[in-house]
């Protein structure tokens, strides 16, 4: 079967670093991302990676290794906004996105 | 005008009731999807349109049946429902289905199912 894993809660400092983990298995790799959902709200779109490396954009950095599964995405400079769950997904060999249950993520001044 | 808008974004109803959830987006997408959100459990995909024609339908039961009128909205109508069905159901666009771009989310439509 297909799985994405990443850990259900998570809580940092205001003004630190928190890098939150996705490990996946899926039938084929087409892309892996990165959403944000604050409570209430709609998911929105933070970060896409194709090829192996790391991706950043702005306090927002994602990584992803094809061969490991593995993809974490990195906030820095943690702010109180940024407490919201955080979805990965992954694009399989039919183009079926696979998501994990997400991150919550908890900041604390 | 956000992209993607959902109606009524709170919804109570009883197993005997009928009710429309309604979607549209002002994208320009020509894919649209219907999305069930349970708290710790991951997007369950129940429906895709893509330029207005259902390509997927994962084994979701008769109770939900989606209407797409057009590539700017989507309805899912619901009726008979049971307290399980209580959730957040997410309506999202995309360029096409299949292409590798990311998904537009409206804000969702809370369902409480009594």
């Known amino acids: 079967g297909q799985n994405i894993d990443q850990p259900t809660e998570m809580t940092a400092t205001e003004g630190a670093i928190v890098q939150i983990n996705c490990t996946y298995q899926t039938s084929g790799f087409n892309g892996l991302f990165w959403y944000q959902q604050h409570a209430g709200e709609a998911p929105t779109f933070l970060s896409y990676?194709?090829l192996d490396g790391l991706e950043e954009k702005g306090r927002f950095s994602s990584f992803l290794s094809r061969s490991k599964g593995y993809s974490y995405l990195l906030l820095k400079e943690l702010q109180m906004k940024d407490s919201a769950s955080y979805l990965c997904?992954?694009?399989?060999?039919?183009?079926?996105?696979?998501w994990g249950a997400g991150t919550k993520l908890i900041i604390k001044p | 005008e956000t992209g993607v808008t959902q109606t009524p974004r709170h919804l109570v109803m009883g197993m005997t009731n009928k009710k429309s959830l309604k979607c549209e987006q002002h994208l320009g997408h020509n894919a649209m999807y219907w999305y069930k959100q349970s708290a710790k459990k991951p997007l369950e995909l129940m429906f895709v349109y893509n330029f207005k024609e259902q390509t997927e339908n994962n084994s979701v039961p008769s109770r939900f049946s989606p209407e797409c009128p057009n590539s700017s909205h989507l309805f899912l109508h619901l009726h008979t429902l049971q307290p399980e069905d209580s959730a957040l159901y997410l309506c999202?666009?995309?360029?096409?289905?299949?292409?590798?771009?990311?998904?537009?989310f409206g804000e969702g439509s809370r369902l409480t199912v009594l």
């Open positions: 999202a666009s995309s360029q096409a289905s299949g292409d590798t771009g990311e998904l537009f």
């Open positions: 997904a992954v694009r399989d060999s039919n183009y079926q996105l696979i």
């Open positions: 990676n194709v």
